[in-house]
């Protein structure tokens, strides 16, 4: 992550948002230690649908979409035996990047001490044509800690004749463990690739929406026998162009989702989340309340 003086000089004349929470455990409760915000991007208060023990906590960005110049950081950390689930109310929006300060930045640090855990599941991002996007997101897990999270990009507003057809989009997602990679996923789109990346049959093949899964560290026994259980749970009204599988890379096991339905797409991920919650966690799965809205 940046300092914050290098953050500010690189976004003078924009509006920056930065939030850092910190999760804490005391005696049997996950409680919200700090949450220091500058900006349009808060949580207002912690929420416990599942009892005192995990607290679910929602991303607010006021504003509702990211415009030229303006830069998101994220920093969450959960602290020693914590436990978090941290959604969003609605999805993100990338709108078209105006000639002057067009880079729209979204940078997001994850970090979970020893026996702690992290449920990260922002809704799809929506990335309208002309937009200049840049997102990072790096998780970093102790040796005992725990995390499910996944990430969703729709590209363009096809289905309203405006696909991702101007514009630029560049995401890398990591995962360490004690500074180890566990997972690198990057994508990179820009007027060089595009229809090699978006049309391509070896990559989106057309499709507007594109999504991964992540859950672990599993052992290499118990995430055979959990791919097993859960490759043959699709969603019954899935399309026919919509591809989905899950698979073990390492410790972690990796789903993806490529079709034309964000909606579709988070089912997907929430029905491996209901096998792969109690295996990990211990604890059935649980939707945020917000997601019923």
């Given amino acids: 992550m940046n300092s914050p003086a290098v953050f500010q000089a690189a976004t003078a004349g924009t ?7 910190q999760v804490g455990r005391r005696g049997d409760s996950s409680r919200l230690r700090r949450c220091h915000h500058r900006g349009p991007l808060y949580v207002q208060r ?6 005192e023990d995990l607290a679910h906590l929602y991303l607010l960005h006021p504003p509702g979409g990211v415009v030229s110049g303006d830069a998101l950081q994220i920093r969450v950390e959960c602290q020693q035996d914590a436990r978090a689930l941290v959604t969003t109310p609605g999805a993100g929006r990338i709108y078209r990047a105006r000639d002057t300060l067009p880079l729209q930045q979204q940078k997001v640090e994850l970090r979970l001490q020893p026996g702690a855990s992290l449920e990260w599941f922002p809704l799809e991002t929506i990335v309208y044509d002309g937009a200049c996007v840049d997102m990072g997101t790096a998780v970093h897990l102790a040796k005992d800690s725990a995390f499910i999270g996944w990430e969703l990009a729709c590209f363009g507003l096809p289905a309203s004749g405006a696909p991702f057809s101007r514009g630029s989009f560049r995401q890398c997602y990591r995962i360490f463990r004690e500074g180890v990679p566990l997972f690198i996923d990057a994508l990179d789109i820009d007027d060089s690739n595009r229809d090699a990346l978006l049309s391509g049959p070896a990559a989106m093949r057309g499709s507007a929406v ?4 992540l859950a672990g560290p ?3 026994e118990q995430g055979r026998a959990l791919i097993e259980t859960i490759r043959g749970l699709q969603v019954p009204d899935a399309a026919p162009a919509d591809s989905c599988a899950i698979s073990q890379v390492g410790d972690l096991l990796v789903g993806r989702y490529l079709g034309g339905s964000a909606e579709r797409a988070r089912c997907q991920f929430a029905r491996w989340w209901q096998v792969l919650r109690p295996a990990l966690l211990s604890r059935q799965a649980c939707p945020p309340r917000i997601w019923l809205t």
């Fill in 15 to 21: 509006w920056p948002a930065r939030l850092e929470l």
């Fill in 210 to 213: 594109s999504g991964f899964f």
């Fill in 46 to 51: 912690a929420f416990y649908p599942e009892g």
């Fill in 218 to 220: 599993f052992a290499r």
